[in-house]
């Protein structure tokens, strides 16, 4: 094998065989309910939030995901929830997502009708444990629990 060969498979591994980074928001409104996201290609309640983009951090990411999605701003950052990094976490590929819950205010709305459904809170007691996305009902369950985690 070339040198030259060598480097471009070394260049593709880099480049396509790395996990992608996102973040997901856990959005509390100041009376404690969790706003979840309706995503369209599922079907399945999910908290919103999606990948880094090129020369963001995560809480921006965070930020503009909460937004896009939910309709929200990002009032506080509470805290980190966790970094979840199983290769199976997300069907769709392997991603690690970083878990935030963030204290929120506004009306929670649809603002990209090509990605979400439908918008809605849940009380704490009345949260779709059985038709979540991914693996949201871990994020939910260590935010519950207080937990930080890195799994």
């Given at each position: 094998m070339s040198y030259f060969v060598h480097i471009l498979r070394t260049l593709a591994g880099l480049l396509f065989r790395r996990p992608i980074l996102g973040t997901c928001v856990i959005p509390v409104l100041p009376d404690g309910t969790i706003v979840l996201i309706l995503r369209r290609d599922n079907r399945r309640w999910s908290l919103p939030g999606?990948?880094?983009?090129?020369?963001?951090?995560?809480?921006?990411?965070?930020?503009?995901?909460?937004?896009?999605?939910?309709?929200?701003?990002?009032?506080?950052?509470?805290?980190?929830?966790?970094?979840?990094?199983?290769?199976?976490?997300?069907?769709?590929?392997?991603?690690?997502?970083?878990?935030?819950?963030?204290?929120v205010q506004g009306t929670p709305s649809v603002a990209d009708p090509r990605e979400v459904l439908e918008v809605r809170s849940f009380a704490p007691d009345a949260l779709p444990w059985d038709n979540l996305a991914h693996d949201h009902r871990e994020h939910l369950e260590d935010f519950f629990q207080g937990k930080t985690v890195l799994a």
């Open positions: 999606g990948l880094v983009d090129w020369g963001e951090d995560v809480i921006t990411a965070a930020r503009r995901e909460l937004k896009e999605e939910a309709g929200l701003e990002h009032a506080e950052l509470d805290r980190l929830v966790g970094v979840y990094s199983r290769p199976k976490r997300d069907p769709r590929f392997h991603s690690v997502c970083v878990a935030v819950a963030v204290q």
